[in-house]
């Protein structure tokens, strides 16, 4: 079947009957040579208007595409980091194993500079120091760290806490804390994850994957310190 020529009339009769066909394909706007109408002095040309104003939402529209797809990318890519994190403390065997994992392999894994593991002093329940991984705390500290109700904080600078990260601390700017509770009772300790770069923590970010985190470790410090010996 011999095909017809397309022709001028044949387009403007198709813009005509579908009026919305450049709202809906703005990305054709660009090879177009539109018009500059002359209307006289203080008279808008609308056409224009119009044309730029689709032009400059289709490039916004495609900025906020590359930033979503960006963005996913990079959860992603946090999450898989994650998963192998807590892969690596679950398949630890043994306390001082778990505390190796933790503070050599999750930081690498993370982009984390240290990772401090603590534990309020107690004579019912001691913790092991795992030759002086495990830090000491004084009782009451956790609280006086993060209060009674707040189990996360998260500091943006100076959070290079000598208690809390040891010979590290110096190098620790900013930080993300977080209450352990793994024995219903004392002890009650803290993780802390430190950066040498201020500001990586914020308290207006969100902090479901460092409790995820959290929970794990606190699992794991259960399941080793409470196991029958």
Known sequence: MEKTALRADDVAAYLAEHPDFFANRPDLLDSLDMPVRELGS?????????????????????????????????????????????????????????VEALQDLVPELLDLDAIALCFEESEDAPVPRCGGRVR???????????????????????????????????NIRSAAIVRLAPFYGDPVGLVAFGVAEPDYFSPAQAHDLIMFLASVIEFGARRWLTAPQ
């Open 136 to 170: 000491r705390l004084t009782a009451g500290a956790v609280d006086q760290v993060l209060g009674e109700e707040n189990d996360v904080w998260l500091l943006p600078d100076n959070a290079g806490d000598e208690a809390i990260f040891g010979p590290q601390a110096d």
């Open 42 to 98: 203080g008279v808008a040309d609308m056409q224009q208007y119009v044309v730029a104003r689709l032009r400059d939402e289709r490039e916004k529209l495609r900025g906020a595409t590359s930033e979503l797809i960006n963005i996913s990318k990079s959860n992603l890519e946090t999450q898989s980091r994650i998963h192998r994190a807590v892969l690596a403390l679950l398949n630890a065997r043994g306390f001082e194993v778990f």
